[in-house]
């Protein structure tokens, strides 16, 4: 056998590529279907992920205004590198009051960037550094790891809850680096035109 002119597929071990054939044709009616649904149109997942953040801001920020959900966030405030010392500052429960506030603030922020994408970068920025705050609790949370389990990678509860942040910070990093992207694009179109006049 030649190998050089017949291929062997090894996912699905057709030869000639009659696998690969076989699979794009099972999966252009897929294709089609999310296409028709809209899956290309323009900034549909950039216009997803700002709603997406206002959600989770607006349900954790409310979260914040009662006493169970203060007493759940002593050992990760009590953790967190960046965020220990608001119990000294403002108390168990006021602690929990300044996180809910700033979670609504940022979360309006983003909101209000569906329509200036200024006030989406403030938005943005607190949105990043409050994941930056909450994920590196996890290297100083206490039994963050399943001793049971032999401990590191196998999480607790309490990590476990935690790595969702990883994926928010990334999504705030995303909208930060959109929204700077549309704010300074004028700013860039604006300035070329002057710049062509002056190579005159």
Sequence with gaps: MDQFTNHFDVITGDSNGSGRTTARSLMKPVIDVLIKLGILKEDLDYHLIRAAMVIIFLFFGYQKWFEYEAQVLIPYISNGPLIF?????????????????SEWTFGTLLFLGFWNKKLGILGALGSSVTFICTVTIIPFMPEGWAASAGGFPAMTEH???????????????????QDVMRVSSPAKQNREPSTVLLSH
């Design 85 to 101: 010392w608001l119990h000294p500052v403002f108390g168990i429960r006021g602690a929990t009051l300044f996180l809910g506030v």
């Design 159 to 177: 990590v476990a809850f935690l790595m969702k942040d990883i994926v928010l910070f990334s999504a705030s990093v995303y909208l930060l680096r």
